[in-house]
């Protein structure tokens, strides 16, 4: 069952000195399933950034069509987008984004705070997401006093713990070492396959990508190839290295 679908979606950015416009995308079309982990790669300046912000709501495309669910959010105003992200979206990003003020308990179930949610069905959904995600023990901390993976996982769970329709993860083991890229990866497959959690993450690392169910390839703006996991993840890793070096991707972006 698709989720989201993406339909000739295209953004164009006009010059700053009123030179020629250039195309970030250019009619980028490709289905979400319900339940799928996919992965967006493709080489430096391809689009991909772009086309996660424009899915994601982060930024509105010049034309095409985007929906979620079967239903439209293009043409929501703000404060309709604002709970449309609350209740229907979650975001993981590189940097974390999580506040300084508050403990990790606080920062994941923030979300569920704003949306008045009662206090029962918050520390039940806390206890769930935080034994996934093996954090259990670190909730009474401050993100200061945590390790950069302990902080990612913290960001899964804000990020899951609203049941989104859908998670987006832009570069999310960006500025781990290789461990803790390792276990967030094993954390996030977990919540995929065990709380059939949607995800589509943009990286250039084709470890983290041998996570993912399906990749699709953007180069140019446009949707180049699309490769779907059928063996195992070691095989899976070796066909994206392929598809990257024909693509633009290169091993030093894999780095």
Known sequence: M????VRDVKKEYGSKNGGS???ALN?????????????????SGAG???LLN???????PTSGTITLGGKSFLKLNEDELSMFRRKQLGFIFQDYNLLDTLTLKENIILPLSLSK???????????????????????GKYPYEVSGGQKQRAAAARAIITDPEIVFADEPTGALDSKSSTELLNNLSLLNKDNEATIVM????????????RIIFIKDGMLDTEIEKTGSRKDFYNEILRTLSIVGGTESELA
């Open 2 to 5: 698709n989720i989201m679908e």
């Open 21 to 23: 416009k250039s195309n």
């Open 27 to 43: 009619g980028v079309s490709f289905s979400v399933q319900k339940g799928e982990f996919l992965g967006i790669m493709g080489p």
């Open 48 to 50: 991909k950034s772009t």
């Open 54 to 60: 424009v899915i994601s709501t982060i930024d509105s």
């Open 117 to 139: 949610v009662n206090v029962a069905s918050m520390e039940e959904k806390l206890k769930k997401i935080s034994e996934i995600l093996n954090i259990g023990n670190i909730l």
């Open 202 to 213: 943009v990286t250039h690392d084709a470890f983290a990508a041998s996570y993912c169910d």
